[in-house]
């Protein structure tokens, strides 16, 4: 699960257009089937992925 979740991000990152067969163009070593396994048979919560992104991230001053 580990190396299609780095392929994932890095597809999302890399690629123009965010849809599978454009990602796995872009990413070396990366395959169709078992992204779209892991995004469809994936166990996990976006919370915990939300609030680490947002804990490693500033706030942004949207008044000046």
């Known amino acids: 699960m580990a190396l299609q979740s780095k392929h994932y991000l890095q597809g999302l990152v890399q690629s123009p257009k965010k849809n599978m067969e454009r990602m796995v163009e872009v990413v070396p070593n990366s395959d169709e ?32």
Request: glycine share 4%; net charge neutral; proline share 6%.
């Open 33 to 64: 089937q078992a992204l779209q396994h892991f995004l469809s048979n994936s166990n996990w919560q976006e919370r915990p992925v939300l609030d680490q992104v947002c804990f490693g991230s500033r706030p942004i001053d949207w008044w000046r």
